[in-house]
């Protein structure tokens, strides 16, 4: 079993859709980063949330230390939005992040 | 802006040669990594440094040797590089100690070995 997981795999949206894409994992953490990648390979950090709730413009990043799930939500989806959203959890102990397999995200107009 | 480098954006070389994968972060950052990314499996972990001349091995750092002589430098070495060494490579870097810390990634280098 992945330490990692997400869901879905792949999705399929119209602009203007809310978007949810989830992350579980089975590990101890202290952080939880939420990651995009667009096609050609370049990676950009979104969120890194410990606790609760972050919002920047249209997306928003949930975490619930309990349940070891975290929600990553796009309002009003466009067409720019698609891309691999990434979740990765940095473990209790140690400097290393484990990563999630990716969501892969289309946006359609 | 943290800024991550990395030498080549694409690169073709040939099974036995030695390859060299070079990153540079211009943020003082103490931490670097290096990942390989392959479809399905996510990011693995190559190997990564917490300070000059210090290295760790990640998950996956068979065939591989790293080396970081100055603080914003961290190289990549594939000995002898072969066919199933074929990946996206990926370099990052973050600040350390602390946990609220994000990882600032290069563009990548999408190596073939053929």
């Known amino acids: 079993k992945n330490e990692v997981e997400q869901s879905p795999q792949n999705l399929t949206a119209q602009e203007g859709e809310f978007i949810t894409i989830n992350c579980s994992y089975s590990?101890?953490?202290?952080?939880l980063h939420w990651l995009q990648q667009h096609p050609g390979g370049g990676i950009v950090s979104l969120f890194m949330l410990s606790s609760g709730k972050k919002k920047h413009g249209r997306l928003i990043a949930t975490i619930n230390i309990q349940e070891k799930h975290s929600s990553l939500h796009i309002t009003a989806s466009h067409p720019r939005d698609s891309a691999v959203y990434i979740c990765?959890?940095?473990?209790?102990?140690?400097?290393?992040?484990?990563f999630g397999p990716g969501t892969r995200l289309s946006v359609l107009p | 802006d943290v800024k991550v480098t990395q030498s080549s954006r694409y690169l073709v070389k040939r099974t036995g040669e030695k390859v060299f994968l070079e990153c540079v972060q211009d943020m003082d950052h103490e931490n670097m990594f290096w990942y390989r990314q392959d479809p399905g499996l996510g990011l693995r972990l190559i190997y990564f440094?917490?300070?000059?001349?210090?290295?760790e091995k990640g998950d996956i750092p068979e065939g591989y040797s790293v080396s970081r002589e100055k603080k914003e430098r961290f190289s990549l070495i594939l000995e002898s590089a072969s066919t199933n060494q074929t990946s996206m490579y990926l370099c990052?870097?973050?600040?350390?100690?602390?946990?609220?810390?994000?990882?600032?990634f290069g563009p990548g280098t999408r190596l073939t070995v053929t």
């Open positions: 440094s917490y300070d000059v001349k210090m290295k």
């Open positions: 990052a870097s973050s600040l350390s100690p602390g946990i609220y810390y994000e990882q600032y």
């Open positions: 990765a959890v940095k473990l209790t102990y140690g400097q290393n992040f484990v």
């Open positions: 590990v101890g953490i202290s952080a």
